[in-house]
């Protein structure tokens, strides 16, 4: 099993019980969704793609290991990726993930 298996397998068993998402091949990989937007992916690069905001984004990327993901070689200002050492733990992947839930979830309603 690939780290991106592994990763992909964990988010799982973390959003199994939310009626909310839903899975889709994306982005390399398998992309969750939440009520249909983009919530997290684990990437074919080995790292964990998320949709936070501009305003989390901004503050999650001054943190070692986080990055501004890449589209077509430009930084995307809502999606950021986090390398595998920040979510060794379930309780880390999900505090990312939950990160991840606040801006998509508020996203919805507006």
Excluded: H
Aim: charged share 30%; with cysteine.
């Amino acid at each position: 099993m690939t780290p991106n298996d592994e990763l992909t397998e964990r988010i799982r068993r973390l959003t199994a019980f939310d009626p909310r998402i839903s899975e889709k091949r994306m982005f390399g990989g398998i992309c969750f969704l939440l009520d249909g937007k983009i919530l997290a992916a684990a990437r074919r690069t080995g790292t964990l793609m998320l949709q936070v905001g501009a305003e989390a984004a901004q503050k999650s990327v001054g943190e070692e290991g986080v990055a501004y993901m890449m589209m077509k070689g430009k930084p995307t200002a809502n999606f950021i990726e986090v390398e595998l050492g920040l979510v060794e733990t379930d309780a880390e992947l999900g505090n990312w993930l939950q990160l991840a839930e606040r801006y998509v979830s508020v996203k919805e309603k507006s």
